[in-house]
């Protein structure tokens, strides 16, 4: 089956503290895999995607095949990185999002 | 660009009634999914219009029913509400292959009472 997890419901990390967001997902093929982010009173918006391997607002995502993980990392938390982020897998069988549910960032000043 | 837009932004319905909300996609996009958002939780796929015809489905009762015009906007139809149904209902559009990621709205919030 097809499956996004996000074993965080709510991370909080100091402001300039390095900052880890897990993705593990489960998928017998070769999925496509996302970040969306949700910013307060905003709605959701793509952030990376794996393909295109880029750096956005300074984070990363790794795409591990061997453990099935695509955390999303950045280096030194902001505070206006504090949103909700939903991970997110794109078949490419049928082409349809399965989301995780979602980490709470929090930022700590 | 508007981006994709969503109407209304908030909708309240009586148990058993039926309810439309509707959704114009991004300019140059083609293809539209919609989700069901159930607060705490992550956007569930209930299923995308293409060519005006349903593509994919996810598992989602009959009552939810879509439509797509040929100008690309999109309408999600529920019927015989149930206060389950209560949640923020997102559009998301795309290019046909969604490999380059999905545009959403902002979603209309639908509460049953």
């Known amino acids: 089956a097809q499956r996004v997890t996000q074993p965080e419901k709510l991370l909080s990390v100091f402001k300039g503290a390095p900052v880890e967001l897990k993705c593990n997902y489960s998928y017998s093929g070769s999925p496509e895999l996302f970040w969306y982010v949700q910013y307060s009173r905003q709605r959701l918006q793509l952030l990376l995607r794996?393909?295109s391997r880029e750096s956005i607002k300074g984070f990363t995502a790794d795409l591990n095949k061997g453990e099935t993980s695509f955390h999303l990392k950045k280096p030194f938390a902001q505070e206006e990185d504090s949103a909700m982020y939903y991970c997110?897998?794109?078949?490419?069988?049928?082409?349809?999002?399965?989301f995780g549910k979602g980490t709470r960032l929090h930022i700590l000043p | 660009d508007a981006g994709v837009t969503q109407s209304p932004t908030h909708l309240i319905k009586t148990r058993g009634q039926q309810v439309t909300l509707r959704c114009s996609p991004k300019?140059?996009?083609?293809?539209v999914s919609w989700y069901q958002q159930a607060l705490g939780q992550g956007p569930q796929f209930i299923f995308q219009y293409y060519e005006e015809e349903e593509r994919q489905r996810g598992n989602f009762p009959d009552r939810f029913s879509g439509h797509q015009f040929p100008n690309y906007s999109s309408e999600l139809n529920v019927n015989a509400l149930l206060l389950g149904d209560s949640a923020l209902y997102l559009c998301?559009?795309?290019?046909?292959?969604?490999?380059?990621?999905?545009?959403f709205g902002s979603g209309t919030r639908l509460t049953v009472v």
């Open positions: 794996h393909i």
């Open positions: 300019s140059g996009h083609d293809t």
């Open positions: 998301a559009s795309s290019q046909p292959v969604g490999l380059y990621g999905y545009t």
């Open positions: 997110a897998l794109v078949s490419n069988r049928d082409d349809k999002i399965i």
